[in-house]
């Protein structure tokens, strides 16, 4: 299995910001808030348990970018930086290269550009606004993205309008309720699950951000819930969507 890396930070907030200056894109520590759910977030009512969706793994976000853009990936090269390729003898590296490309092209054709990528951060919570019924996402900026890396690249998924959805509407009291107990224990910060869907992705060159690039992928939020930190509590969803995303479930299966 390989080294990957998928760190929750601050986004953009349109395809375009991404060309900004590494100055003007701020990358702050990962408790820090991301994002706040759509108007037209429907609440749960109350804390439930149910188990936090598992985030898209580096590869598949790869997979989905390529697939975004129409263009197949090295995936030779990809093999060679396999630790089980790298850590195999000459002989042995020859035969590998084959069975583990055609692995590899067997879940790049399974990618559906239809299925949410999955990412969870930290965000934290203002206190509940008894007058308009919901939060802010306190210290939340425009310019935020979810990096991930694979290959030897880095891609940066970025939600549309992510600024316009800061607010979270949360008019049920016993899920603001649910909200407050866990917040105020952990210092108003939350787990957050966000469904992105994938809209289209930049080929021709990556941004440079910090010093490093990603490749582009922007995205429009689908779906929303928090959880209480460390565990499988749901405090909230802006959806009740609950489709099981048997894709990513065959993906995982062809490259464990």
Do not use: H
């Not at 129409?70 to 990809?78: I, K, L, N, Q, Y």
């Not at 600024?163 to 957050?192: C, F, H, S, Y």
């Amino acid at each position: 299995m390989k080294k990957i890396l998928f760190l929750p930070i601050l986004a953009v907030t349109c395809f375009m910001a991404l060309s900004a200056t590494a100055e003007e894109i701020q990358v702050p520590p990962s408790a820090s808030p991301i994002i706040a759910a759509p108007a037209f977030a429907a609440p749960t009512l109350g804390a439930v348990q149910q188990a936090k969706p598992a985030q898209t793994s580096p590869f598949t976000i790869a997979l989905t970018y390529y697939k975004l853009t129409g263009r197949v990936p090295d995936f030779e090269s990809w093999v060679k930086q396999e630790d089980a390729y790298k850590n195999a003898n000459a002989f042995t590296q020859n035969s590998m290269v084959a069975p583990m490309v055609q692995k590899l092209k067997d879940a790049y054709g399974l990618i559906l550009l239809s299925d949410p990528v999955i990412v969870e951060t930290q965000v934290a919570l203002s206190e509940y606004d008894k007058k308009n019924l919901g939060y802010s996402v306190e210290s939340f900026k425009a310019s935020t993205f979810f990096p991930a890396t694979y290959g030897g690249q880095s891609y940066a998924i970025v939600p549309i309008n992510i600024a316009d959805k800061q607010w979270l509407k949360v008019d049920d009291p016993e899920a603001a309720a649910a909200i407050e107990k866990a917040a105020g224990a952990n210092d108003r910060l939350l787990t957050m699950i966000i469904y992105l869907t994938p809209k289209y992705a930049d080929a021709n060159s990556p941004a440079s951000i910090d010093g490093e690039n990603y490749w582009p992928m922007v995205a429009d939020i689908q779906k929303i819930m928090l959880y209480a930190p460390n565990s499988d509590t749901l405090l909230w969803q802006s959806t009740d969507v609950t489709a099981t995303d048997k894709t990513r479930e065959k993906i995982m299966k062809l490259y464990q």
